[in-house]
């Protein structure tokens, strides 16, 4: 059984340019939630997908986009990129939303590098 | 706005020496404490889920136990490969969906 698994695993990108991350939810799951971990600190919400819509969001900027596709995957935008969105970029999926007691699993996670 | 803090901030100890690690939350309505293993540049590795003051759960030479205010994760005689950062997470019971709120972790050093 495949767990959560993420592409690519390292990036480094130029300030100004846009990137995007995928992710893909361990079987059987239907909800992703993406975060980011700035180092030393612990992982912070960005938003959750579910059902192909975007259900809930943290304190984020318009400049964090994202997509689900029917088969549950997910893609993260990152436009106009600044120094400060070096971190590394974890994937969870989890079943369902709101009223189920699901773990969350995490996926190995995108190093990006701004420079 | 819900709150996570983990003490201490790192610990050494020696093979065999036990020891626990702290997380005190502040939450509206707590519908789950979730703690995680992370090994350096990888993601959060699932360990625990408690959901309610009282409840304890067991992992090889983990325990992880919860009240109103704070969980804690013993260590019972740990090894070398025991070494990681831990993270506590909160997930609140109204309005938070799947949504986890994280402390900073605690870096554990187990040392021969």
């Known amino acids: 059984d495949a767990g959560v698994t993420q592409s690519p695993t390292h990036l480094i990108k130029t300030r100004g340019q846009q990137v995007t991350l995928r992710c893909s939810p361990k079987?059987?799951?239907?909800?992703v939630s993406w975060y980011q971990q700035a180092l030393g600190q612990g992982p912070q919400f960005i938003f959750q997908y579910y059902e192909e819509e975007e259900r809930q969001r943290g304190n984020f900027p318009d400049r964090f986009s994202g997509h689900q596709f029917p088969n549950y995957s997910s893609e993260l935008n990152v436009n106009a990129l600044l120094l400060g969105d070096s971190a590394l970029y974890l994937c969870?999926?989890?079943?369902?939303?709101?009223?189920?007691?699901?773990?969350?699993?995490f996926g190995q996670g995108t190093r990006l590098t701004v420079v | 706005e819900d709150q996570v803090t983990q003490s201490p901030e790192a610990l050494r100890l020696q093979e065999g020496e036990s020891s626990s690690l702290n997380c005190s939350y502040t939450v509206s309505g707590l519908r789950g404490l979730f703690w995680y293993r992370q090994d350096p540049g990888k993601g959060p590795e699932f360990l625990f889920t408690l959901y309610s003051a009282g409840e304890e759960k067991e992992k090889e030479r983990l325990k992880a136990t919860l009240t109103k205010k704070e969980s804690f994760l013993h260590i019972t005689a740990p090894k070398p490969e025991d070494s990681a950062t831990y993270l506590c997470a909160v997930r609140r019971v109204t309005g938070g969906g799947n949504k986890l709120t994280f402390g900073t972790g605690t870096q554990l050093k187990v040392e021969l």
């Open positions: 079987s059987g799951h239907d909800t």
């Open positions: 969870a999926s989890s079943l369902g939303t709101g009223g189920t007691n699901s773990e969350a699993f």
